[in-house]
């Protein structure tokens, strides 16, 4: 194993020479950038990690057989939880698994641990599912195959495709409903989504970028966990962490040189969390022929915390416009919906 150090891009080690393509591991060390004044890793810091471990084992597998070279784009990145804090100072275990192949995606599995160098403590802090589609060197609006992966088990490979039919189906219908956009207001009051909604300019640069000129998808998270976070700490004014995001679909690439708007809004809050729609839109200001579009969107749940560590009530948001309220109702439904999955999770089986 390595041990990154800061400055170095994150590399992916092989465990064994026939395991090289479906399993890779690394290692970081948390830095003081890495995090925010409380000390905890930024949520977007640790997304960006998951993302880059996916890119590397989905474009080398990609690549592991004779034909048309090509780089793995993130697609999609169904909902992950943060299930422990990281600090300043800890490493970071990465491990990235191949679960599924369909003709033109893969889907990764990605573990990420805490380790306390000083007591050699280890915990799980997140687990995520990402989809990726390989992109030709040659045009990268052109989709090629991906090599399939031989299964221990029959049942693996149905599992795998019942995930594939359905994150397939909830991206389609994410696109459909995203058209609006996020407008400033003058004089919001307290506890309103005008009053803490915010939005981050960024100008699409090559360090943004892959080798090949698209935005890294792992930046574009980071991105929008930023803007979420301010979001949320403008709403309760007290140290915030993000505790797991919904599923993050990328709807189109975001080329270099692009101008992208990361925009957030507060779209629900329950007794001691808040959920807020984060929206990307690129603007390709040097390329007339094409209009603005909305390249990915996605719904993160933050947690206030005390000095202490321990969460706070959430101030209540006031929806005012039939636009705010439809969409809180929306944001309780899918609360409702995951506690419900969490309970049953945890009821002990007969």
């Not at 697609?75 to 003709?103: N, Q, W």
């Not at 005008?194 to 935005?215: A, E, K, N, R």
């Not at 809004?265 to 200001?285: G, H, Q, Y």
């Amino acid at each position: 194993m390595l041990v990154l150090r800061r400055g170095a891009s994150l590399k992916v080690l092989r465990k064994g020479a026939d395991e090289a393509c479906l399993r890779e591991k690394a290692k970081l060390i948390m830095r003081p950038d890495d995090a925010n004044v409380a000390g905890n890793v930024h949520g977007g810091t640790i997304l960006k990690m998951i993302e880059e471990a996916g890119a590397i084992i989905s474009t080398r597998h990609c690549n592991s057989q004779n034909g048309e070279r090509c780089v793995a784009a993130l697609a999609r990145v169904e909902r992950t939880d943060f299930l422990s804090p990281m600090c300043i100072g800890e490493v970071a275990h990465v491990s990235a698994e191949i679960t599924y192949t369909s003709k033109h995606s893969v889907e990764v599995q990605v573990n990420v641990m805490s380790e306390n160098i000083l007591t050699g403590t280890k915990k799980l802090t997140n687990k995520a599912t990402l989809w990726y589609v390989p992109l030709s060197l040659k045009n990268v609006d052109k989709v090629l195959e991906v090599p399939p992966v031989v299964y221990s088990r029959q049942e693996q490979e149905e599992e795998g495709r019942k995930r594939y039919e359905a994150q397939k189906l909830e991206r389609m219908e994410t696109k459909w409903r995203n058209g609006d956009i996020v407008q400033p207001v003058l004089n919001p009051e307290p506890n309103t989504v005008s009053y803490s909604q915010s939005s981050l300019i960024h100008l699409v640069g090559p360090s943004d970028c892959t080798l090949h000129g698209f935005v890294h998808g792992g930046v574009t998270m980071k991105l929008m966990d930023e803007v979420a976070g301010i979001v949320a700490a403008r709403h309760c004014k007290t140290n915030i962490v993000t505790a797991s995001v919904d599923a993050i679909n990328f709807h189109d690439k975001i080329r270099k040189g692009c101008v992208i708007t990361i925009s957030g809004r507060m779209t629900f809050t329950s007794n001691k969390s808040m959920e807020i729609e984060v929206l990307v839109d690129a603007d390709p200001v040097v390329d007339n022929s094409q209009k603005r579009y909305r390249a990915a969107s996605a719904f993160f749940t933050y947690v206030s915390l005390s000095q202490e560590g321990k969460s706070l009530p959430v101030p209540q948001l006031v929806p005012e416009t039939e636009d705010e309220k439809k969409r809180f109702e929306e944001g309780k439904g899918r609360y409702v919906q995951m506690k419900a999955k969490r309970q049953g999770r945890a009821e002990p089986q007969p």
